[in-house]
């Protein structure tokens, strides 16, 4: 459900410009089977030629521990329960929700799409929101705009493709770079913008494009950008970019997962 075609040509643009330099895209297949169902899933791996050469497969056993032993940037599953124990241990992590209709992918240029609160940044601002409503929220934000927001479960993983796209920067390969970012958020440019942005500035984070929806339907804006996946923390939005062919992720971090658990 997720384009290694991509990741694998990241990988070998890399490794052009880098071949002595071992920090790429390494792709850990994880699975709660016993290990007698090793041979069934090389074989699928060789059939669909992909290049996953390392392999997890714990018995029934939580993977979480080995998340930690392998340094895993970015854990994602089809069951919120493990990712759900991956976010409480502090690993970048999100449930995958397949697509409702096939949309053509870039195979030479990885595409990935984050919402703001609660995954890139922390829930704070939300709870404003839900607590509050949005008037506090554009007040708070607006005195509180040179205050950096706290870190969020998947600002570790931005920061990750971001080293990897300095190294195609030092190469002078900035309008070629295979990996680009994009912040796709429901806050408003005038009223609660500027704290985003400054907020990636103060970390020393790009984010290639960033789009701000004033509570606009996020589906359509996927649609035109076409990543290869979009985080969020609320199934709302994540229901919406299923519909119309995105892959989607759920981050299961922050205030919204209380108001979602009880409605």
């Given at each position: 459900?997720?384009?290694?075609?991509?990741?694998e040509?990241?990988?070998?643009r890399?490794?052009?410009?880098?071949?002595?330099?071992e920090?790429?895209?390494?792709?850990?297949?994880?699975?709660?089977?016993?290990?007698?169902?090793?041979?069934?899933?090389?074989?699928?791996?060789?059939h669909?030629?992909?290049?996953?050469?390392?392999?997890c497969?714990?018995?029934g056993?939580?993977?979480?521990?080995?998340?930690?032993?392998?340094?895993?940037?970015?854990?994602?599953s089809?069951?919120?329960?493990k990712?759900?124990?991956?976010?409480?241990?502090?690993?970048?992590?999100?449930?995958?929700?397949?697509?409702n209709?096939?949309?053509?992918?870039?195979?030479?240029?990885?595409?990935?799409?984050?919402?703001?609160?609660?995954?890139?940044?922390?829930?704070?601002?939300?709870?404003?929101?839900?607590?509050?409503?949005?008037?506090?929220?554009?007040?708070?934000?607006?005195?509180?705009?040179?205050?950096?927001l706290?870190q969020?479960?998947?600002?570790?993983?931005?920061?990750?493709?971001?080293?990897?796209?300095?190294?195609?920067?030092a190469?002078?390969?900035?309008?070629?770079?295979?990996?680009?970012?994009?912040?796709?958020?429901?806050?408003s440019?005038?009223?609660?913008?500027?704290?985003?942005?400054?907020?990636?500035?103060?970390?020393g984070?790009?984010?290639d494009?960033?789009?701000?929806?004033?509570?606009?339907?996020?589906?359509?804006?996927?649609?035109?950008?076409?990543?290869?996946?979009?985080?969020?923390?609320?199934?709302?939005?994540?229901?919406?970019?299923?519909?119309?062919?995105?892959?989607?992720?759920?981050?299961?971090?922050?205030?919204?997962?209380?108001?979602?658990?009880?409605?």
């Amino acid at each position: 459900i997720f384009n290694l075609q991509a990741l694998e040509h990241v990988n070998a643009r890399l490794l052009e410009l880098y071949p002595d330099d071992e920090e790429r895209f390494d792709i850990v297949l994880m699975t709660n089977n016993h290990a007698q169902v090793g041979v069934r899933l090389i074989n699928s791996i060789n059939h669909y030629g992909l290049t996953i050469e390392r392999f997890c497969m714990t018995g029934g056993k939580s993977p979480v521990g080995y998340l930690t032993a392998y340094l895993t940037n970015l854990y994602l599953s089809a069951d919120s329960e493990k990712v759900q124990e991956a976010i409480e241990a502090g690993i970048a992590s999100a449930t995958m929700f397949t697509a409702n209709k096939d949309v053509a992918y870039s195979d030479t240029q990885l595409r990935v799409a984050f919402d703001g609160d609660a995954v890139l940044f922390s829930d704070e601002s939300e709870q404003i929101v839900k607590e509050q409503g949005l008037d506090r929220f554009f007040e708070h934000e607006q005195l509180n705009e040179n205050k950096p927001l706290a870190q969020g479960p998947l600002k570790g993983f931005l920061e990750d493709l971001g080293k990897l796209q300095k190294k195609f920067y030092a190469k002078n390969e900035r309008l070629n770079c295979p990996i680009r970012t994009f912040l796709v958020t429901a806050r408003s440019a005038a009223s609660s913008g500027a704290r985003v942005l400054k907020t990636l500035r103060s970390w020393g984070l790009e984010i290639d494009e960033a789009l701000f929806l004033a509570g606009a339907p996020k589906g359509p804006i996927l649609v035109k950008i076409r990543p290869h996946i979009f985080f969020d923390d609320q199934m709302f939005h994540i229901e919406g970019a299923q519909k119309l062919g995105t892959v989607a992720a759920h981050v299961p971090y922050g205030v919204a997962q209380k108001y979602h658990k009880s409605a």
